[in-house]
């Protein structure tokens, strides 16, 4: 489990979906686009939910607990990225869509930074 940190906040998230995140947020971010992100919590926090106002004036790191970026699946990141132009925002979802079967799986650059 790996950890989104903003604004001084810290939310601990699994490897995989934050390195989907990264991407979507840092694409988001470089065209100028702030948008709504929202999740449930953990059982284990008391099952409510989660949103933060991404934006680039706010300080914003993932910090991994592997040493190797998880390879990433591009339906998923569509879908997360094609709820971040909703209204509603970037609502995380599972990972239930297939791999395109179009290519391989893109690996994220290590020194990529959302």
């Known amino acids: 489990m790996g950890n989104l940190h903003y604004d001084g906040k810290s939310f601990e998230m699994d490897d995989r979906l934050l390195a989907h995140l990264q991407l979507i947020i840092g694409v988001k971010l470089r065209r100028g686009e702030n948008f709504l992100m929202s999740w449930k919590a953990p059982a284990s926090s008391g099952d409510g939910r989660y949103a933060l ?4 004036g706010v300080p914003l790191y993932c910090e991994y607990h592997g040493g190797r970026m998880p390879k990433l699946n591009m339906a998923w990141a ?21 791999l395109m079967p179009e290519g391989p799986e893109l690996e994220a650059h290590p020194d990529s930074r959302a």
């Open 78 to 98: 569509e879908k997360l990225a094609d709820s971040a132009s909703k209204g509603g925002g970037l609502v995380i979802m599972a990972e239930d869509v297939p």
């Open 53 to 56: 106002w991404i934006d680039n």
